[in-house]
């Protein structure tokens, strides 16, 4: 690891950079999934009294955060400093962290939100480009990115279980254990080196200038990277014409993560407050719909693989219009359970079909480029999806983001259909 990072020496010997930034993933997706799935929906609602707008607003500004500086802070990661760049994103968001805590106002909890994401922002592309160098001397891409989305997995789904537990009349305990992780990471940041060079050139990446007198090397890098960006954008949109793709694919796309970004910031504050769920009750459903989805995507991912997606897709988007139909319709718990498991069942099917079908789309020429434009769709759906669930609910009733994410699906399923037949338009 010393030949391609600079200020490793003081690092354990056990300790790799690696070992460090799967530390830094799993805690952090710890906190997120604590505070997005659990604790603000039911705080911000029960205890604050805010709107489901409000809340929605929070969580969406959170993602934009997150997505939107991802590009930037990996660049300053690069040719500024890993180690400064990751530690002062993270203390951000443990200073984010502390204004959730004792915040009482709608507002600090969006810009709190908002911070959160901005300083979570530079953690993932440290960790794809900390891959893609180890692979290109070691290899073993694919067990480090598994291993990766473990720890992603891991605590997402250990967030909401180990809040639901600590929480009681009040959530001062949880915010305090939510402080003392943030610290832990920031700590385990400062372990990192403080630059990255590549595998291939001995040199560390620096800005090429010190102090202040460097205008004229920077405005030719700014153009330089500006004619490069606009060259870049019309490389991926003439790749994009080249491919011939159905034009149904671009709302699918669409469609797809905003039905499940409309459930989001109300799913728990409907199960705590409609259906009547403890906080035990609740972790159960999380443990055993989860479980069922995590699961069920194994054997589908494999069956996928063998059959295509044509299929999984259909029955997947069948069933996920049942389950939040039916989720809707009941608060009889027996029926509520059914439907859950219904919906992991779905989902199950869905995720790694649809993860493939894209996959497959996606030409060797301008690979990271179109999917970026890929995910660009996808994360606006991720934005906006919350925001329409707020409102269906402040508006309409606390059914109606249910309705209005069963209503996405089907869309889906009716696009679906046609766009499975000829996924790609002749010439």
Not at 369 to 384: C, E, K, R, Y
Request: glycine share 10%; with cysteine; aromatic share 10%.
């Amino acid at each position: 690891m010393s030949n391609r990072f600079i200020g490793s020496k003081s690092m354990p010997k056990w300790f790799s950079v690696f070992v460090c930034l799967w530390i830094i993933v799993f805690l952090t997706e710890f906190v997120k999934g604590a505070l997005l799935v659990t604790v603000l929906p039911v705080y911000m609602k029960n205890i604050l009294g805010l709107p489901a707008l409000t809340i929605s607003l929070a969580f969406s500004l959170q993602y934009v955060g997150d997505n939107l500086l991802r590009s930037p802070t990996g660049w300053l990661a690069e040719h500024v400093g890993l180690r400064g760049t990751i530690t002062a994103g993270l203390l951000l968001s443990w200073a984010a962290v502390g204004v959730i805590a004792f915040s009482m106002t709608g507002t600090s909890l969006i810009v709190a939100c908002t911070l959160l994401g901005i300083g979570t922002a530079p953690i993932w592309p440290v960790v794809m480009s900390t891959i893609s160098m180890e692979a290109q001397q070691d290899g073993g891409t694919g067990s480090k990115m598994g291993s990766i989305q473990i720890a992603t997995l891991a605590g997402t789904g250990a967030g909401p279980l180990v809040s639901n537990l600590l929480i009681g009349d009040s959530y001062r305990i949880i915010f305090w254990v939510l402080l003392g992780v943030m610290a832990i990471v920031t700590a385990a940041a400062l372990l990192l080196p403080r630059h990255m060079i590549t595998p291939l050139t001995p040199k560390i990446i620096r800005r090429p200038h010190a102090g202040f007198s460097f205008s004229k090397k920077v405005r030719r890098l700014v153009k330089r990277h500006t004619v490069r960006s606009v060259y870049s954008v019309r490389k991926v949109f003439r790749a994009l014409i080249e491919l011939k793709l159905t034009p149904l694919l671009y709302p699918a796309m669409f469609l797809q993560s905003f039905a499940i970004g409309i459930l989001s910031p109300v799913i728990t504050v409907y199960i705590r407050n409609e259906l009547g769920m403890t906080p035990g009750q609740f972790n159960l459903l999380l443990i055993v719909g989860g479980g069922v989805a995590v699961i069920g995507m194994i054997p589908t991912g494999k069956l996928v693989d063998k059959f295509g997606t044509r299929w999984f897709l259909h029955i997947g988007f069948l069933l996920a219009v049942i389950a939040l139909c039916g989720i809707a319709s009941t608060h009889a718990m027996s029926l509520v359970w059914g439907f859950v498991l219904t919906a992991g069942v779905g989902f199950a099917m869905i995720l790694p079909a649809w993860n493939t079908l894209l996959a497959e789309l996606v030409p060797e020429k301008e690979r990271g480029a179109i999917w970026g434009v890929f995910l660009t769709l996808q994360g606006l759906g991720t934005v906006l999806g919350p925001i329409a669930g707020g409102w269906t609910w402040d508006y309409i009733g606390p059914q109606a983001p249910f309705w209005a994410s069963a209503i996405s699906m089907a869309l889906l399923l009716i696009i679906h259909a046609p766009m499975s037949k000829r996924t790609r338009l002749t010439p």
